[in-house]
Nanobody
Framework: QVQLVESGGGSAQPGGSLTLSCVAS????????MTWVRQAPGKGLEWVSG????????YYRDSVKGRFTISRDNAKNTLYLQMNNLQPEDTALYYC??????????????????WGQGTLVAVAA
């Protein structure tokens, strides 16, 4: 069955870096757009980044532009999120999601048919 398994979360100080990974199985990873979303305690879901199936197009929310980089290795069925210059407001549970098609869509949960279990990122001094 379809599985998405995130890893790489943890604690970081402001200005620090973390790299999240999402290993996919049970479907043809290279055919699907992917996304990273996050949910901070007591807040709603935020779309952080998205990437086309072939990596040719990406999206970043304004607050992470220039700090986060999404990438994928279709040969390894793995999605990444490189996070630099982390800030306390980046603290959240981060989830990867599989789009039903080969692109991404922002803010439309029904366009995604699988989510990982989440990995926690905590940024504090």
């Amino acid at each position: 069955q379809v599985q998405l398994v995130e890893s790489g979360g943890g604690s970081a100080q402001p200005g620090g870096s973390l790299t999240l990974s999402c290993v996919a199985s049970g479907f043809t990873f290279s055919n699907h757009g992917m996304t990273w979303v996050r949910q901070a305690p007591g807040k709603g879901l935020e779309w952080v980044s998205g990437i086309y199936s072939d990596g040719s197009d990406t999206y970043y929310r304004d607050s992470v532009k220039g700090r986060f980089t999404i990438s994928r290795d279709n040969a390894k069925n793995t999605l990444y999120l490189q996070m630099n210059n982390l800030q306390p407001e980046d603290t959240a549970l981060y989830y990867c999601g599989k789009h039903r098609s080969d692109y991404y869509s922002i803010g439309v949960e029904k366009d995604y048919d699988a989510w990982g279990q989440g990995t926690l990122v905590a940024v504090a001094a």
